[in-house]
């Protein structure tokens, strides 16, 4: 038998799969610890006597309505007495799916449209299995529904908390559980060791020690150093805020570098633990790609034109078709606009709703700055020079306005 080689093709293949696995783990791991921070928070649905026992060490009678009541689709219905508790709390249980979703209806109209001077209201919804309405205005009021169940309250605001504590008793009420974002972590494990065992090839690539890679400060320079022709540089990466777009920057040369088209080099910059794995494996070679190809090639002409026997043979040279270079600036921009104009529709979208003015007008000011950062709305925009002469005086006085609505406007 032949002993096996780690090949290029090999390589290519263990790239392939080191990419596949390690990134569905972390996914995994994500999809998981979502799951378990937004179940719905009710453990099992109340019995009578364990409503009836919270209620009066609360000093609160409750009747059994279920005698009065002549529907046959009801198990249990429960209320407080309203001469000797100073908030109404009732508990329905059902045995019809028609008349639970008909009684659910009528107290969800009665919590989000039947409040005066409503300030509030929140609304969860676990695919109909466990939902939950709250709204705050001259009342607060309350209602779950989980299971067969239904339990509804209603208070002055003054006993807001209180009504609240009760809900959270009895496991009615959505509470967030944190704890499972502490498997996050992970994820930041996993990825570290995947940009590490990247770099450490990327490092072997280029005809230097892998282990050059876990050597602080001195890591960061060799990369900077080969990448984008200045060692020095690598100290924007301890500058915090500055350090992210540092990175981007590292990141797209580092794939400029290795031959990989535009597109390539932008998808390293949002998914490195997936594409610097492909490029640290595959058979591509390290090339240092200077920052102005199109000077250096003007210069060489020029050189060359002073020669007199090759006069002639420059006119008639064909001028070389080179691929235009994304200069450092433009990715900047586009890693700016792009979180602001996203950022700033979803602001305008969701305050859009309820059309809060503080919210509709800062979404608009977020999608104005991402536009005014755009690299192509910036070179269209480059035609007309009153606008260029002026557009950090207009940029100051939307700042200013920005601040106007973040301290006077409501959200």
Known sequence: MKEFEFTTNNKKIFAILFVILVNALMVFILIESMYHVFKPYASHELTKNEFIGELEKRNCKVIDKKVDNKNEGVNIYLITDETSCPYLVSYTTFNNEDTKLQVARAFANEVLNKNENLNSKNTINFFNKYVEYNSTGKYFKSFTMYKNSILYGSTDRQNKQEMMNIFQKFHYRYIPDVSPLKNL???????????????????????????????????????????????????????????????????????????????????????????????????????????????????????????????????????????????????????????????????????????????????????????????????????????????????????????????????
Not at 341 to 356: E, P, S, T
């Open 185 to 411: 972590y992970y994820i930041l494990l996993i990825y570290i060791c995947i940009i590490l065992i990247s770099y450490w090839q990327i490092e072997k690539k280029c005809g230097k020690k892998g282990w050059i890679i876990l050597v602080p400060f001195y890591n960061y320079y060799d990369l900077f150093k080969k990448f984008l022709g200045n060692g020095w540089l690598s100290l924007t990466m301890y500058i915090p805020v500055i350090n992210v777009f540092s990175l981007d920057v590292l990141h797209y040369r580092m794939a400029k570098c290795f031959s990989k088209n535009d597109g390539i080099c932008v998808l390293n910059i949002f998914l490195p633990n997936v594409f610097l794995p492909l490029i640290a494996f595959d058979d591509s070679k390290y090339t240092k790609v200077p920052f102005r190809i199109r000077k250096n090639i003007k210069d060489k002409t020029r050189i060359n034109a002073n020669v007199p026997n090759e006069k002639k043979e420059i006119k008639n040279l064909e001028k070389p078709k080179l691929k235009k270079e994304i200069k450092i600036s433009t990715i900047f921009k586009w890693i700016l606009s792009i979180p602001l104009l996203v950022f700033g529709v979803l602001v305008f979208v969701a305050y859009l709703d309820d059309f809060k003015l503080g919210g509709f007008l800062f979404g608009i000011l977020l999608i104005i700055y991402g536009l005014m950062a755009c690299p192509s709305i910036s070179n269209y925009t480059k035609k007309y020079p009153k606008y260029t002469k002026y557009k950090k005086i207009i940029v100051v006085i939307l700042i200013i306005i920005n601040l106007i609505i973040l301290e006077f406007l409501s959200f």
